[in-house]
């Protein structure tokens, strides 16, 4: 099956996001109906706690039994949470309705204080319900050590206040090493119907009204994979301050929640960069291979600096703003912050991070160490000294799933997988399919060299002490951040300057606001404003 819904070539031609998925996606029921039919749907949030003694335990500092299972003493606690059923609208390939907590490291008595959402269909002959489950390390029946099913009747109605669950070895299908002890988690229940942003949300935001105006500015490359492209939003009335917002990898701007209440709403101009292969680039049409998007051919993220210039020429011919902010999230952070290292800060006032990648936290799905960080940055350049890979070269493609080999999805010159990840994502904060991917991209060697350079750039004024900006601005962050290492965001983001305010989170996701809860996204956009105020924004 071959797909081109790229519908938007024309320089200054505006794409309304599209209701359908893409045709490649219609043979395929599983997918047809989870992008098209939300009505079938539901999501049952999952907040796993932790283990803790029982109120009458024997042993009132119980943890999990060292005996029965040869592991030298210890633990290593792995809960697994999934839909079950005849038809729950999940498969291995497509894993939208389950998730892997994190696993607790030589721990007797785990405290997780994590959330999730699975996504099934609805209706008790498709989803009979969900089961939790711990193993010790690894996910497989040996290694079992507790295991409970909820059917689907015991879980909440949906759009209500969440429900506990506390689990002994008694109450637990099966049980190993878990006396004296129980296990704490939460279920909420609510519709695909239900989003945080909807299609109508951004269709509504970007177009012109009263008091916007809504346009697209090209910024063009030496070549047409390398034109960026600048949404702006302008007051048709006064204002005197703006805001332009760098995205991330494989991002686009789907935050119309965010932009309006932290920017509009205050009289900021607002304009979004979508730099060159990433955002709206793709549906544009400048992009010739799916799996470059976000790459970066030159493999150095000079490359963005004429865009970010064009961007702020753009600004700044319209307008002489009396403030601008800068913000950027993931990916946008290092892009923002090598235009600051190479070109300086005159253009802004002060900064609003979210997230940004500073270090790196997930390499294609292998989990980080300093080893295999060094290993594949550092081994990517030996590779290409002796030819061995270029800028272009794919790193970590995903393999595809033995149930499509026969009618594999074909997508501008690629074999596409479909990512789990970003379809939950999709289900509560809609994004055009054009702009945004929601298949699995590999990271590209120019992609990875490109943040290595910055990220080297960086520690080089760390080892000299020097600062970055001397202007205001906000970190904010989370401890569920399933993408970086919180931890070594908060540390590093020491390096920008001092000027620095630092909002750490706790159920967020990566990216603040697109959060799986409405509430968290909510105090996420508060404590934003929070910051702005206190500090004249």
């Known amino acids: ?60 500092d119980a943890e999990i039994s060292k005996h029965g299972l040869v592991r030298f003493g210890h633990f290593d606690p792995l809960v697994v949470a999934k839909t079950v059923g005849p038809d729950t609208g999940s498969t291995d390939y497509f894993p939208v309705g389950k998730h892997t907590f994190t696993t607790q490291k030589n721990n007797n008595a785990p405290v997780w204080d994590e959330r999730c959402i699975l996504i099934g269909k609805k209706g ?127 991002d686009c701007f789907m935050h119309p929640h965010v932009a309006q209440e932290l920017f509009i709403d205050k009289g900021y101009d607002f304009y979004v960069l979508n730099y ?9 049409g400048w992009l010739e291979n799916s799996f470059f998007n976000s790459h970066d051919r030159t493999g150095d993220f000079d490359l963005y600096l004429s865009q970010m210039e064009g961007s702020v020429s753009i600004m700044n011919s319209h307008k002489n703003y009396d403030k601008v902010l800068g913000y950027a999230h993931s990916t946008g952070g290092p892009l923002l912050i090598n235009y600051l290292m190479e070109k300086g800060d005159d253009s802004f006032d002060g900064f609003i991070f979210n997230s940004i990648f500073l270090d790196w936290g997930d390499l294609g799905g292998i989990p980080e160490t300093e080893v295999v960080e060094a290993v594949l940055t550092r081994g990517v350049a030996i590779g290409e000294k002796l030819g061995l890979v270029t800028e272009d070269t794919m790193l970590a493609k995903a393999a595809i799933p033995k149930e499509l080999e026969e009618t594999p999805i074909e997508y501008i010159g690629n074999k596409i997988v479909m990512d789990s990840w970003s379809s939950k994502i999709w289900s509560q904060h809609f994004f055009d399919f054009r702009c945004r991917p929601l298949y699995i991209v590999p990271k590209t060697v120019g992609f990875l060299n490109g943040i290595t350079g910055v990220h080297d750039k960086i520690s080089k004024r760390r080892k000299a002490k020097s600062y970055i900006t001397l202007k205001p601005f906000v970190l904010i962050t989370s401890r569920a951040d399933d993408t970086l290492d919180f931890d070594e965001t908060l540390k590093l983001v020491d390096i920008v300057g001092p000027s620095r305010c630092e909002i750490e989170l706790r159920h967020n996701a990566h990216d603040v606001f697109l959060s799986i809860d409405k509430e968290n996204v909510t105090m996420a956009i508060e404590m934003t404003k929070i910051w702005m105020n206190s500090t004249g924004f």
């Open 1 to 60: 099956m071959i797909s081109e819904y790229i519908t938007c070539k024309l320089p200054g031609e505006i794409c309304a996001p599209e209701a359908e998925p893409p045709s490649c996606l219609n043979d395929i029921p599983l997918f047809k109906d989870f992008f098209s039919r939300r009505d079938l749907y539901h999501r049952v949030h999952v907040h796993v706690v932790g283990v803790r003694p029982k109120k009458d335990a024997k042993n009132s």
């Open 124 to 250: 008790i002959e498709n989803m009979n319900g969900i089961k939790i489950s711990m193993y010790d390390g690894k996910e497989v029946d040996t290694r079992l050590m507790l295991d409970y099913a909820i059917p689907t009747t015991n879980l909440p109605q949906a759009g209500g206040a969440w429900k506990e669950f506390v689990v002994g070895a008694e109450a637990a299908e099966k049980s190993v090493n878990f006396n004296d002890l129980e296990f704490i988690f939460k279920i909420r229940v609510t519709e695909c119907t239900d989003m945080i942003s909807t299609k109508e949300d951004l269709l509504k935001f970007c177009t012109s009204g009263k008091i916007i105006d809504y346009s697209e500015e090209v910024i063009e490359g030496e070549i047409e994979a390398d034109n960026a492209l600048l949404q702006c939003w302008r007051h048709k009335g006064s204002s005197s301050s703006a805001v332009l917002w760098v995205l991330g990898r494989n």
């Open 276 to 284: 060159s292969c990433n955002g709206l680039c793709r549906k544009r």
